[in-house]
């Protein structure tokens, strides 16, 4: 659990005013992200199932995930209670923290390679008929984005980001007892996305529909393992290339970037206004 406070406020401020806010506000959310919509389905929301954890929990699945290491806690965060909430809902928090930057940084790294070995869509990535740039060096790549298509993927993750942190009566948040990783079915209606879309971001097409809890439990274990390492390779990469020879294994097989890896636009977007 390494995450700046910048990063654990922000979501501690998002989780308490989207908590209050109703289900029919996705709509008009919907209309501003609608690159987002097609995730979207009309199925029936999952049941809610109360999982408040404690430090002996997370000391348990520590074990399961990897018995070498074990219990690995250095600042004494699962004893910690943020912002004046429970510890079982800090533990909540970050659990789903973890989980969900370790599905960002599998994204990430699996986008790193396609991109690195010059996989791109055939058609043309804008209206006015540009193609997908062919660059190879995934940094560059990005920066060769334009802006307006940086703003829509943005404007996707927005929606996202919103939508998981509602808590309704079919779903609760992980920070009330809710599942941490649990993302909410998208549900169609008057409380919910103004039309019928035809799937849902977890598991669209119903293949785990009539899993055990014992194998669903056995593959979120397997998907915080896989995002922990995902996390690795992908700074990995980003270091390798920023600092040549910091990643001996990885020297000669990335290629090298003078940018800002971590900067999402070319220009200040946030600082321009102050003359930054």
Sequence with gaps: FSWGSCKLQRSHIS?????????????SILALAASASAFAPASQPRASVAVSETKADLEDLAKKLN??????????????????????????????????????????FVGYIVHANGIKFPWAM????????????????????????????FGAIAFLEFWSELSTPSHTHYMNGGKPGDFPDFVSGPEGIPHPVPFNLYDPFKIS?????????KRLRAEINNGRL?????????????????????????????GEPMAPFATNVIGAPFGL
């Design 15 to 27: 989780q308490v005013y989207l908590n209050r806010v109703k289900m029919k506000i996705a709509a």
């Design 67 to 108: 018995p070498i290491v074990g219990f690995y806690d250095p600042l004494n965060l699962a004893e910690a209670e943020f912002w004046g909430t429970s510890n079982e809902a800090t533990i909540g928090f970050l659990r789903h923290a973890e989980i969900k930057h370790g599905r960002v940084a599998m994204f990430a």
């Design 230 to 258: 995902a996390q690795i390779g992908i700074l990995g990469f980003l270091a390798e290339q920023t600092t040549p020879g910091s990643v001996p294994l990885l020297s000669g097989i990335v290629q090298s970037y003078d």
């Design 126 to 153: 804008q209206m006015d008929g540009a193609a997908f740039p062919s660059e190879t060096n995934p940094p560059a790549l990005w920066d060769a984005i334009s802006d307006s298509a940086k703003w829509q993927i």
């Design 209 to 217: 529909k009539n899993m055990s809890e014992e194998t669903k439990e």
